[in-house]
């Protein structure tokens, strides 16, 4: 326990020792905010899991994390001794909560990440909040069978998706599709993208090694092309717009979703964003000056806090 762990010179000592790491301050400062478990620490922090339940186990060891089992899950929050007013070193834990509240470039991004993990909650709807603010269970409720159940909508069709990545959104489609060619440039996301496509046994989709700026596919071969979070990955934003549009048969859609606009300049080192988002202003340019026509762009997703709102853009090709 916190009471017997770190009193007397020797737990000073095992305590600062403890909090010498830069890891497991991070750790803290996140779960001060609100309860996580280890997977969605692991998305924050970008440390691996084994690491991330490694420092979990020293905390909470010395007491200053505490664990509980909700379901299938283990959730991990601040321990309420740690934050107790008679606490052992409670001037320690004080000075801390000072330290965390001052704005870094890691914080930031921490921050931004863990607002991502809120997100995903919501659209999972595990919970749905009503207009009375009640907590309501919607059992059986999912974003993922209503876009399944609205693909059966559309007809058979050819569709490009372009900077598949680990071909989560390339399955999705292949579920509706006549046939999806999925496309990216890194080797290791395409062989983890056919591995799951193989798992799944969805066998409609071509896989296609290639920078976007030069699609490995000929001209007028699809009905339909996907940028989903990529053309903020791109060097040359309009080159693949044009690209898009070479491929697409005359009546043909593009579809894609990026990010607004945003000042987290972290994202540059840590994902390999080139673009900072887009302006809606600018994204519909760029979009008439490929040539589409019925250019659509308007917001998908945004919620209070999250450093990232989600676009829609939309265009035919004439």
Request: proline share 3%; glycine share 8%; with cysteine.
């Amino acid at each position: 326990m916190y009471m017997t762990t770190v009193t007397g010179p020797a737990g000073r000592a095992s305590l600062l020792r403890l909090l010498g790491d830069e890891t497991r301050l991070r750790l803290l400062r996140v779960l001060a905010q609100e309860p996580l478990n280890v997977t969605e620490l692991t998305a924050i922090l970008g440390v691996a899991q084994s690491g991330v339940s490694r420092h979990l186990g020293l905390l909470r060891d010395a007491g200053l994390v505490a664990e509980q089992r909700a379901g299938t899950f283990t959730w991990y929050r601040l321990s309420p001794d740690a934050e107790r007013a008679d606490a052992p070193h409670s001037s320690l834990w004080a000075w801390l909560r000072g330290e965390f509240a001052l704005p870094s470039a890691e914080a930031r991004a921490d921050d931004a990440r863990l607002a991502e993990v809120r997100r995903v909650r919501h659209e999972n709807f595990a919970h749905h909040r009503g207009d009375d603010e009640r907590r309501q269970l919607v059992p059986g409720r999912s974003w993922a069978a209503w876009a399944r159940a609205l693909g059966l909508l559309l007809p058979p069709m050819d569709v490009a998706d372009l900077g598949c990545g680990e071909g989560y959104l390339t399955i999705e489609t292949a579920l509706w599709a006549r046939r999806v060619f999925a496309v990216d440039r890194s080797k290791e996301s395409l062989a983890r993208a056919r591995a799951l496509a193989a798992r799944r046994k969805v066998r409609n989709i071509v896989w296609k090694r290639g920078a976007l700026e030069r699609v490995p596919l000929g001209d007028a071969s699809v009905d339909l092309v996907l940028l989903s979070q990529s053309l903020h990955h791109a060097e040359t934003p309009a080159a693949v717009l044009a690209e898009a549009r070479r491929i697409l048969r005359r009546g043909g859609r593009l579809l894609l979703l990026d990010l607004r606009k945003h000042d987290e300049a972290w994202v540059k080192s840590a994902l390999g964003d080139r673009w900072l988002g887009f302006t809606d202003g600018a994204l519909k340019e760029l979009l008439t000056g490929a040539g589409f026509a019925d250019v659509t762009v308007r917001v998908g997703a945004k919620r209070s806090g999250d450093p990232f709102t989600v676009l829609i853009g939309a265009g035919t090709n004439r």
